[in-house]
């Protein structure tokens, strides 16, 4: 791929980065939008549901996915990954890795015959490794771009794919390809990951048959899921008592993360309202420690589970284990009723927290909070400003939020980079930063 | 019924070690975790949720203090990392000073140089005292008690325990009150017709639990770390308290063959006479149990030796040199030429041991003498249905 010049490169697109984006580029600016995975769209897009309006989650997304792959403005540029960043006279030249897709994404319809050809099944990432894809595929429906991408890792190197293709796109000699974007500014939205299943081993440490993270409910929630009903992983048996555990990842200093990751209340309650529309005679049981729905029309959110039957128990689940017929059996005190009970349920699901992704943050060489996630250090005054001028972070890249919030924040950084560049433009002087100590 | 609330108790009790138990927001973990806990009987989390509203009477009648091994499960699983165990020792830290006369306990409790101090001057001072009716010294061979008449060696011995036996049974009476106040225990039940376990409690308490260290072995052993059963929390222990026991048994027996008249005290005896062989073994169990703990404390090996108190140290170093001393007079003892060291030993090791007896009310020692009385509680329940009272007067 050629060099090229942009205003501003957004790095992440998830729903933060992709709004940033579109932010940006409709008010005109030269925008690249950079993502390691080969499309766009994040965690969202793997969604079902969003709290507290219960719209459907790819009726927000994918319509954005589509915006940014069709703005003039906006060059995006999927399964990317940043090889270095160097300051340059008018801003920062980065140095992207285009990774061998094995198809050549100019010819790629996007016809998918590649794949129902591919011999090979692997566990779907997007589906939480719940369902299976093939080696060569488009990595879901509503993927953007519809460019096929081959798992060099998995392939047999059969060439069903190479023959079937209609436009001859799968080349299996393609080398990763170094190129340049000169850029004035960089926004990073490299977003979240979920404190592992595994870090908790009063919890089973990831090896109970029925135990899941939330990202698994929402597959079996979600309408695009692997099997489209909510199911236990371990045997298939549907579920008829299912339990949250909140605070799994969070607010648990034995594991090292010490804050509160905002969002697990309201997706547990949200779940447990979806739930109840799917089966609607499971028991749901929501143990806490504090329900915090801090948000606008979350505590009616909240209310409204409990008016539906959802069971809210105060207690801080402090170990799982499992019956034989492998169902989760938790210990916890009902702090309410001061009583030590272990209670059997069909699934348990652990409402893990939010850890910052193991993103750019090393190669933007940008100081992280005690927290891990990227330091803001006027969060009051300015809130998407890091310590490098032209560095803007947005979304859960800069501390754990919900939708709502990056929507807000990714808006809130757009603001903020073209307030940059407009101020920076035909080589004026950087007007005078504000008084940080008065805002802070 | 009116609840007396004391809003300083947390201040106090953090005095006592229970440091950033503030952090606690009682979500329960602590209880859920522990291995002793049950539905009649939860804690940690309940103990914290009486200082944290003040309520002192209620904490210091609990049985449930004693009822914790300090395994350290709820401190390593803390999410707040309030450390509970470390609350839970003190709380009973605490309880030792409440329930001990004239809160002589404070002193070991709380204040290191000043605990440390009179622990020194104690020793010392039956140190000269020992010092001050000295007799000859004998060269051919090692004759303790004729350097110390053995008389002034027995009645001290004599008056110590029924000191310490006086004030153990004030300790254990004010415990029961608060306890059975707390636990609706009343000594109507003997007259209303309620049917106790009064035997087999004491039996559970005094054999089951406390000798033969059921419910430790079998629950207490920290889930973290797994470690060789010679290190395990409850052998050490065992070690040490049943080293103890052989110890005082030698003693004992030594006195009984003293009065019988079979043996004086001080007689020459070889290494495998019954008396000797018993505190011998008992004293190599009573010392490896002893260094561990030492050792251990010192490393802060694990959350449950994470934050030690005086009280813990001054317990634990009283116990080790009244045993070392012990070893090194016993070694005097078979060598050749009775070495001089032996005598000088000999004063030391009585003044240590006597330190440590008058003081088991008011440091950790005290520990012996509140589980039990909590464990008794612990096992007394009706065993059968109240038969119908007469009607009574009123």
């Given at each position: 791929m050629e060099n090229f010049n942009v205003d501003t490169l957004v790095i992440g697109g998830g729903i933060a980065g992709m709004q940033a984006a579109l932010d940006l580029a409709d008010q005109g600016f030269q925008t690249a939008l950079v993502d390691h995975e080969p499309t766009i769209g994040g965690k969202m897009i793997t969604l079902s549901k969003v709290f507290p309006t219960l719209d459907c989650c790819s009726c927000?997304?994918?319509?954005?996915?589509?915006?940014?792959?069709?703005?003039?403005n906006i060059q995006l540029l999927t399964y990317c990954d940043l090889q270095s960043i160097q300051e340059s006279d008018s801003g920062f030249r980065v140095a992207i890795v285009q990774k061998p897709r094995y198809v050549d994404a100019h010819k790629c319809t996007g016809c998918r015959k590649c794949e129902y050809e591919c011999p090979i099944l692997i566990p779907n990432p997007y589906d939480r490794g719940l369902g299976a894809y093939h080696a060569i595929r488009v990595p879901f429906s509503t993927a953007v771009p519809q460019t096929a991408v081959l798992d060099m890792d998995n392939c047999i190197l059969c060439g069903k794919c190479e023959k079937v293709c209609p436009t001859q796109a799968v080349t299996f000699t393609q080398k990763p390809e170094t190129f340049e974007v000169q850029t004035r500014t960089i926004v990073l939205a490299s977003g979240f990951e979920l404190t592992p299943l595994e870090a908790k081993k009063e919890y089973g440490g990831g090896l109970l048959h029925n135990v899941i993270d939330p990202l698994m409910m929402e597959r079996f929630l979600a309408p695009t899921g692997p099997y489209g009903r909510v199911l236990r992983p371990g045997d298939g048996k549907e579920p008829t008592s299912i339990a949250y555990v909140q605070c799994a990842g969070s607010r648990d200093q034995s594991l090292g993360v010490e804050y509160c990751s905002r969002v697990c209340c309201m997706y547990a309650i949200k779940q447990a309202m979806l739930i109840s529309g799917a089966l609607p005679m499971a028991e749901i049981t929501i143990y806490y420690m504090d329900i915090r729905t801090f948000g606008k029309g979350y505590e009616q959110f909240y209310q409204n589970a409990q008016a539906m039957g959802v069971e809210f128990i105060r207690g801080k689940v402090a170990a799982i284990h499992e019956d034989d017929q492998q169902n989760p059996v938790v210990k916890v005190e009902l702090t309410e009723d001061g009583r030590v009970v272990e209670r059997t349920h069909d699934l348990v699901v652990l409402s893990l927290g939010m850890v910052p992704s193991p993103g750019s943050a090393g190669i933007l060489e940008l100081p992280l909070g005690d927290d891990k996630f990227i330091s803001v250090p006027a969060p009051n005054a300015r809130p998407c400003h890091t310590t490098r001028p032209g560095i803007f972070v947005t979304g859960t890249a800069m501390g754990p939020m919900d939708i709502v919030d990056s929507i807000i924040s990714a808006s809130s950084a757009a603001a903020a980079?073209?307030?940059?560049?407009?101020?920076?433009?035909?080589?004026?002087?950087?007007?005078?930063?504000?008084?940080?100590?008065?805002?802070a | 019924m009116t609840q007396r609330v004391d809003p300083n108790i947390l201040t106090e009790l953090k005095a006592f070690g229970a440091m950033g138990i503030e952090k606690c927001t009682n979500c329960g973990n602590c209880t859920a975790i522990c291995p002793m806990a049950s539905e009649d009987e939860h804690f940690p989390r309940y103990m914290i949720r009486l200082a944290q509203i003040g309520m002192k009477d209620e904490l210091l009648g609990s049985k449930e203090l004693w009822l914790c091994y300090n395994c350290g499960d709820c401190s390593e699983t803390c999410p707040q990392q309030a450390e509970p165990a470390n609350f839970m020792a003190a709380a009973r830290c605490y309880a030792v000073t409440h329930f001990a006369p004239l809160k002589i306990g404070y002193l070991f409790c709380r204040t290191p140089l000043l605990g440390g101090f009179i622990t020194v001057l104690m020793v010392l001072f039956f140190g000269i005292f020992f010092y001050g009716e000295r007799q000859t010294v004998a060269t051919d061979s090692l004759k303790l008690f004729h350097f110390i008449p053995r008389d002034l060696v027995h009645n001290a011995g004599l008056a110590a325990m029924i000191l310490i036996g006086l004030v153990s049974l004030m300790t254990i009476f004010t415990m029961l009150v608060r306890i059975a106040r707390v636990n609706n225990l009343s000594f109507r039940n003997f007259f209303n017709g309620t049917r106790m376990n009064w035997v087999q409690a004491f039996w559970e308490a005094v054999v089951v639990q406390s000798l033969a260290q059921k419910r430790y072995r079998e629950k207490c052993e920290p889930s973290q770390n797994s470690v060789k059963w010679y290190f395990s929390k409850w052998f050490v222990h065992a070690a040490t308290m049943w080293g103890f026991l052989g110890l005082l048994l030698a003693?004992?027996?030594?006195?009984?063959?003293?009065?019988?008249?079979?043996?004086?005290?001080?007689?020459?005896?070889?290494?495998?006479?019954?008396?000797?062989?018993?505190?011998?073994?008992?004293?190599?169990?009573?010392?490896?149990?002893?260094?561990?703990?030492?050792?251990?404390?010192?490393?802060?090996?694990?959350k449950a030796h994470s934050f030690s108190r005086p009280s813990d140290w001054i317990f634990l170093i009283l116990l080790w040199l009244s045993g070392m001393t012990g070893f090194i007079i016993e070694i005097a003892l078979y060598l050749p030429g009775a070495p001089l060291w032996g005598y000088w030993m000999f004063i030391f090791h009585m003044a240590v041991s006597l330190v440590l007896l008058l003081l088991l009310p008011f440091t950790k020692f005290a520990h012996a003498i509140y589980r039990i009385v909590a464990l008794y509680v612990h096992a007394l329940k009706p065993v059968a249905k109240p038969v119908t009272a007469p009607a009574s007067a009123d």
């Open positions: 927000i997304t994918t319509p954005k996915m589509s915006s940014v792959a069709h703005h003039p980079t073209s307030a940059y560049i407009r101020a920076h433009q035909n080589g004026q002087a950087s007007p005078k930063p504000q008084e940080e100590a008065v805002y | 003693t004992a027996l030594n006195f009984l063959l003293d009065i019988l008249g079979v043996k004086a005290t001080g007689t020459f005896v070889p290494l495998w006479y019954p008396t000797r062989l018993i505190g011998t073994l008992s004293g190599l169990l009573f010392m490896y149990g002893v260094m561990v703990l030492l050792v251990k404390r010192w490393r802060s090996a694990d």
